[in-house]
């Protein structure tokens, strides 16, 4: 069955739009259980954080002081007046840089803390797209797969960040300037503040949450570009063999337009935010500084007071300005992140059982028993297979194409479960072992090659990692591959390119079968590897792939006869059903389906000899 989709239950819609998910799993990295040290580091991070605003609150004072020394009007303590107004004016930037500097000191402690859980989430995330079924990887959008993480990724610091550093602390240093703007002047001045703050508060969290709703838009259709240009590019022969540049880049541009739309519409709204804003801010800045200005007019505030209270707004306008940027750069973090998190909790097809244990080869010996398997419930591919493969022994599987071929393999390596019957190794049902043990068991040889952008030696050594240089070089001269790659310039370190795009076809197979070599795995599966080559290729392929076959239980998957006339038996399938089988010679005096193959393919390799 295909993999369920996130809960459709209203409830946890309507909390994963709230944030609340994301919170709830990024939360635990602030806290983590057993991890004393980063425990630790937040503790002290909140220390320096809370140094910082006491710092901040306390220096418009030293401001005031000054101002009101230069003009004789000197108050407070008296060793407060005696600094001067100098020295004042001296302890006004050591108390800046102290606030600064406790800021800093912050930032260097919480570091760790942040990059460890970009790093932990980062990684649980690549894991899981491992783990997802091939049924997943199937129908994934590679470009827009890759835009989902980064972006997610790059959230979680931030998150954390000013999950802990900014909401609270700002609440708080808010809360201190109110209060020293109540005890030093009057309540008046507080429910100004407040009103402020409130209206602010209000007009910024209304506007962000449109503007999240368009930054989606604008998400969606970036992801979507880059997929379509991220394909094309994967893609680029084909695009030049249907002579398709325009076609690509007109495809590419329309999906830019729709971006480009949404992101003026989003700088649009960031605009009507940020005069909003303004307009609040400015009116509350005036009407507390309309308010101190009366008052020293009356002589009831001194110039330093007015001073005071200018710094004050000033130190509110900040965090206030800076609150609309973080409420707007949380959501879109929430938004960014939920979607990973969405891909985090889609679920494994493909699971071991608790407990599994490892499979245990010791003879080899492959058992398909009954059967039956389909992608889609209502298409039934395989239709109660039954076959053995004896240890040791060769069986290839023939037949047109659609018929299940490919499904076989692919169960047999448990990229599925099957849906009836069972598959077992030396009598071990693959559900009942774990899925890394039966990985390690079988080596496969693709019809297709796929390497990594990677020298030819890393693609060699990717079958063993902890190999040695002589046994990668012994495998590479068993797939006949060795004098070619001593050949080039860089030897083994030649790069392969892009999916090993500066190879041939001949010489990824030969790499990959040194590749699959070096495995030394006891089952051996070759899936139609040989069908891509021309005659003269398959002919030296085949070769090593024989030998590499000896002492191995090989299960063949083949279109082309000729390459499994020597094996020990011939199974066809057809229509999901096995309609024959026996070795090569029984299947053609039989004259049977088989034989009827055989016939057709002799005249077509005839016709093309002739032509």
């Known amino acids: 069955m295909p993999p369920a989709a996130p809960s459709a239950d209203p409830v946890a819609l309507a909390e994963r739009r709230s944030g609340w998910r994301t919170i709830r799993r990024v939360a635990p990295y602030l806290w983590p259980e057993g991890q004393g040290w980063v425990k630790r580091r937040v503790v002290w991070a909140l220390v320096a954080l809370f140094a910082a605003k006491i710092v901040s609150v306390a220096t418009p004072f030293f401001f005031k002081a000054a101002v009101d020394s230069l003009g004789g009007a000197a108050e407070g303590p008296g060793w407060f007046v005696a600094l001067g107004a100098i020295g004042l004016t001296v302890a006004?930037?050591?108390?800046?840089?102290?606030?600064?500097?406790?800021?800093?000191?912050?930032d260097v402690i919480f570091t760790r803390v942040g990059q460890r859980a970009l790093r932990r989430l980062a990684l649980e995330t690549f894991e899981h797209i491992h783990r997802l079924s091939l049924r997943y990887h199937i129908t994934r959008r590679t470009g827009g797969l890759s835009r989902v993480i980064e972006r997610g990724v790059k959230g979680v610091d931030f998150l954390l960040r000013f999950l802990l550093f900014s909401i609270g602390p700002l609440v708080l240093e808010l809360l201190m300037i109110g209060v020293v703007l109540w005890v030093v002047f009057d309540i008046w001045y507080l429910v100004v503040v407040a009103v402020t703050i409130w209206l602010y508060t209000w007009f910024t969290f209304k506007v962000t949450e449109w503007r999240v709703k368009?930054?989606?838009?604008?998400?969606?259709?970036?992801?979507?570009?880059?997929?379509?240009?991220?394909?094309?590019?994967?893609?680029?022969?084909?695009v030049k063999y249907f002579d398709a540049e325009r076609r690509e880049a007109a495809r590419y541009d329309r999906a830019m337009e729709k971006y480009e739309a949404a992101a003026v519409k989003t700088n649009n709204s960031l605009a009507f935010l940020n005069f909003g804003q303004a307009l609040?801010?400015?009116?509350?800045?005036?009407?507390?500084?309309?308010?101190?200005?009366?008052?020293?007019?009356?002589?009831?505030?001194?110039?330093?007071?007015?001073?005071?209270?200018?710094?004050?707004?000033?130190?509110?306008?900040?965090?206030?300005?800076?609150?609309?940027?973080?409420?707007?750069?949380?959501?879109?973090?929430?938004?960014?992140?939920g979607e990973m998190f969405d891909l985090l909790e889609q679920p494994q097809e493909v699971r071991d059982a608790p407990?599994?244990?490892?499979?245990?080869?010791?003879?080899?010996?492959?058992?398909?028993?009954?059967?039956?398997?389909?992608?889609?419930?209502?298409?039934?591919?395989?239709?109660?297979?039954?076959?053995?493969?004896?240890?040791?022994?060769?069986?290839a599987i023939v037949g047109p194409s659609g018929a299940g071929k490919s499904t076989i393999g692919r169960l047999l390596f448990r990229f599925y479960d099957v849906t009836g019957g069972?598959?077992?190794i030396d009598?071990?049902?693959?559900?009942?072992?774990?899925?890394?043990?039966?990985?390690?068991?079988?080596?496969?040889?693709?019809?297709?090659?796929?390497?990594?952008?990677?020298?030819?030696?890393?693609?060699?050594?990717?079958g063993r990692p902890d190999a040695t240089r002589e046994e990668v070089e012994a495998a590479a001269r068993a797939a006949k591959i060795h004098d070619f790659i001593v050949g080039l310039p860089e030897g083994y370190q030649a790069m392969v390119g892009e999916r090993g795009l500066k190879l041939s076809g001949g010489e990824k197979q030969r790499v990959g079968i040194a590749r699959t070599l070096l495995k030394n795995p006891p089952i051996l599966l070759l899936d139609?590897?040989?069908s891509a080559l021309d005659s003269q290729t398959e002919q030296d392929i085949?070769?090593?792939?024989?030998?590499?076959?000896?002492?191995?239980?090989v299960i063949v998957i083949a279109h082309r006869l000729s390459t499994v006339a020597d094996a020990d038996e011939i199974v066809v399938l057809e229509d999901g059903r096995i309609v024959e089988r026996g070795r090569h010679e029984v299947l053609l005096a039989r004259g049977g389906r088989y034989a009827a193959m055989w016939a057709r393919q002799s005249a077509e390799d005839d016709r093309a000899a002739a032509e």
């Not at 005036?286 to 000033?314: C, S």
């Not at 559900?431 to 030696?457: C, E, K, M, W």
Request: a negative charge.
């Open 92 to 106: 006004y930037g050591v108390a800046r840089l102290m606030s600064v500097g406790f800021q800093q000191w912050r």
């Open 214 to 238: 368009i930054r989606k838009v604008m998400n969606d259709q970036d992801t979507d570009a880059n997929q379509k240009a991220i394909d094309s590019l994967l893609n680029y022969e084909t």
């Open 280 to 337: 609040i801010i400015t009116a509350g800045l005036v009407a507390v500084m309309v308010m101190a200005a009366v008052g020293v007019q009356q002589g009831r505030l001194t110039v330093g007071d007015f001073v005071m209270v200018n710094a004050y707004m000033i130190q509110i306008t900040l965090p206030l300005n800076f609150l609309g940027t973080v409420y707007r750069e949380i959501r879109q973090a929430l938004v960014d992140m």
């Open 355 to 395: 407990g599994a244990p490892p499979l245990r080869v010791t003879a080899g010996e492959v058992a398909f028993d009954d059967v039956r398997f389909g992608y889609d419930p209502e298409r039934p591919i395989l239709k109660g297979v039954s076959l053995t493969v004896p240890p040791g022994r060769k069986v």
């Open 422 to 424: 069972a598959i077992r």
């Open 427 to 462: 009598g071990q049902d693959l559900r009942a072992v774990t899925q890394q043990s039966i990985h390690a068991s079988i080596g496969v040889v693709p019809q297709d090659t796929v390497l990594f952008n990677d020298t030819i030696y890393y693609n060699i050594a990717y």
């Open 528 to 530: 139609e590897a040989t």
């Open 542 to 553: 085949q070769e090593s792939l024989r030998e590499m076959g000896e002492g191995r239980t």
